[in-house]
């Protein structure tokens, strides 16, 4: 809810006066006083309007019958991308200011998962020396096979709740990750996450316009739809597609025309057609009734898979006693007037909180959160 006169004496208000002088947005002055709340997400702000966290939504259970907890995992696993072969790679431990964590003092890292294997087991990779352990905070991630068979993994980091993308070359053979380059440019303010199309080159949401944090808080607070979707490459970063609420999940058609961006905060998931030289234009937008997370890619059939928070409030204010639930929808046939939406699985919090990201590889269903457990489940 909005401080009003009755907060004052209770809050930490300051007054802001914010003028642009230069860029996009040239000319816009906004004067408001606000507390300040530190966030790397979308939603983190507790002042969001009611709708759009979908506060008063409760889910009925849709279980799979085949299914139990990743041992390993209990500090989230907010994004999963899974190789052809069936290797999947699981982003882990994500902290942002203000949100919970079951490990806060605990670095995030990469685990794999061999989907081949009857039982597979979460193990983590080794990351090569020289790259700071100590401050990952893996979120996003994308993997990049190139003409070599070459497995490159885009990882999403914010050392200390700043902003870099992380490009690491697999090594199977050593179950490791050998780091080859950091990228941070002013076009990447507020990465959420990341689709590679080539060795250094992706797409990328921007969750927020803005890098600091009481910024954020104001462009969320009043609902400026400022959130972008950024194309990198060596030799050209530009903004390709703008006016979200908060672009967080992106992937990739099967056949690479399109792109697909979930905007959290507007129930949303837009269809972006690529162009030769890279830019996106907006052919649709499909709504949904529920916070709409990261998106994965059904092999098998094109389908999209959706990793949903029904209830943005009881993920982003954490009460144990009536903890976040988790919903996981497939779209089918997403170019269509009519898309099919089916839900797959939904839990209210007693088996699995906050669901944010499921995959799917030959018939085997992996459903990581923000930061509670994982799920695998043999379909």
């Avoid at 490009?167 to 990228?183: D, G, V």
């Avoid at 530009?238 to 959290?264: L, Q, R, T, W």
């Avoid at 959706?306 to 988790?326: A, E, M, R, T, W």
């Amino acid at each position: 809810m909005p401080l009003n006169s009755k907060d004052s004496g209770k809050a930490n208000v300051r007054p802001v006066c914010l003028q642009w002088k230069g860029g996009r947005r040239k000319g816009v002055t906004v004067a408001l006083g606000l507390s300040e709340n530190r966030a790397c997400h979308p939603g983190k702000q507790k002042f969001t309007n009611g709708n759009r966290l979908k506060a008063s939504r409760e889910v009925e259970s849709v279980d799979l019958p085949n299914c139990h907890l990743i041992k390993g995992i209990e500090a989230g696993a907010d994004d999963i991308d899974i190789l052809p072969n069936g290797l999947a790679f699981l982003s882990v431990g994500l902290k942002c200011p203000g949100l919970h964590s079951f490990s806060p003092d605990k670095p995030g890292g990469i685990l794999m998962m061999d989907l081949k294997k009857e039982n597979p087991r979460a193990l983590e990779l080794r990351i090569s020396r020289g790259f700071n352990l100590a401050s990952f905070n893996p979120h996003g991630i994308s993997t990049f096979i190139d003409n070599d068979d070459t497995v490159y993994l885009f990882v999403v980091n914010h050392p200390e709740f700043k902003n870099t993308v992380e490009i690491f070359k697999f090594e199977e053979e050593e179950n490791s990750l050998l780091h080859l380059k950091t990228i941070k440019h002013e076009l990447l303010p507020s990465v959420n996450d990341i689709i590679a199309v080539g060795p250094a080159h992706f797409y990328a949401t921007n969750d927020h316009y803005f890098s600091d944090p009481f910024l954020k808080y104001l462009e969320t607070y009043l609902n400026l739809h400022w959130a972008n979707v950024v194309y990198y490459s060596p030799n050209e970063v530009k903004v390709v597609a703008e006016g979200f609420d908060a672009a967080n999940g992106i992937n990739i058609s099967p056949d690479k025309k399109y792109i697909y961006v979930a905007d959290i905060l507007a129930h949303e998931i837009h269809v972006l057609e690529r162009h030769p030289n890279m830019n996106l234009t907006q052919l649709k937008v499909l709504k949904l009734d529920t916070l709409v997370d990261n998106l994965s890619i059904d092999p098998s059939s094109g389908d999209i898979l959706v990793g949903c928070h029904p209830n943005g409030q009881k993920l982003f204010i954490y009460d144990p006693n009536n903890p976040p639930s988790s919903e996981v929808l497939r779209i089918q046939n997403i170019l269509s007037e009519k898309p099919t939406v089916t839900t797959v699985y939904a839990n209210n919090g007693s088996v699995l909180q906050g669901s944010s990201v499921a995959s799917v590889y030959d018939r085997k269903l992996l459903i990581g959160t923000l930061y509670h457990r994982a799920l695998y489940c043999e379909l």
